[in-house]
T-cell receptor, first 109, second 116 residues
């Protein structure tokens, strides 16, 4: 089993749709959680950190459930520019980061 | 956000030669740098973690004698792919972090290596 598993995707949604991505992790010692966005042939960029209390940044909401070792990302009112691959990243206290395989989102007009 | 510069962005080399990739943090001191490899349609795979002034820690299955990592200063880490072979062709990307594991890691632009 992979350390970090994401929805296989791809997700193809119309503009304005709400879409949710899920991610599970197996290492209970994991301390930090992030969602990164990667555009085709580009480097990953931090979208948002994920906190136990949940956090929201505009149209994006991230949730963490430590008991279930589960992370989610919700995107509301999808834009064409949201099309990308979304990577779930889990880090231990030792600083080792493990990436999920990513979920590809395509938003269509 | 902070800037991490990776160079070169693309390199084509002959089989058997060595290639050096540089990763620089331009506006912060990177206490830890990470090197990843990404094959097409696959996830980023951590190759090694380096802390300034100490030897890199390699992930299982990554040959330390083939992928030489040097982190001589707080702003520069290099990855040298020695005796490159076509199967080493990949997207190599570094990231740098200035604080602890809860802090953001900033990524370089990546290097697309093609070995012919």
């Amino acid at each position: 089993r992979k350390e970090v598993e994401q929805d296989p995707g791809p997700f193809n949604v119309p503009e304005g749709a709400t879409v949710a991505f899920n991610c599970t992790y197996s290492n209970s010692a994991s301390q930090s959680f992030f969602w990164y966005r990667q555009d085709c042939r580009k480097e990953p960029k931090l979208l948002m950190s994920v906190y136990s209390s949940g956090n929201e940044d505009g149209r994006f909401t991230a949730q963490l459930n430590r008991a279930s070792q589960y992370i989610s990302l919700l995107i509301r009112d999808s834009k064409l520019s949201d099309s990308a691959t979304y990577l779930c990243v889990v880090s231990t206290n030792a600083g080792k980061s493990t990436f999920g395989d990513g979920t590809t989102l395509t938003v269509k007009p | 956000g902070a800037v991490v510069s990776q160079h070169p962005s693309r390199v084509i080399c002959k089989s058997g030669t060595s290639v050096k990739i540089e990763c620089r943090s331009l506006d912060f001191q990177a206490t830890t740098m990470f090197w990843y490899r990404q094959f097409p349609k696959q996830s980023l795979m951590l190759m090694a973690t380096s802390n300034e002034g100490s030897k890199a820690t390699y992930e299982q299955g990554v040959e330390k004698d083939k992928f030489l990592i040097n982190h001589a200063s707080l702003t520069l880490s290099t990855l040298t792919v020695t005796s490159a072979h076509p199967e080493d062709s990949s997207f190599y990307i570094c990231s740098a972090r200035g604080g602890g594991p809860n802090t953001e890691a900033f990524f370089g632009q990546g290097t697309r290596l093609t070995v012919v």
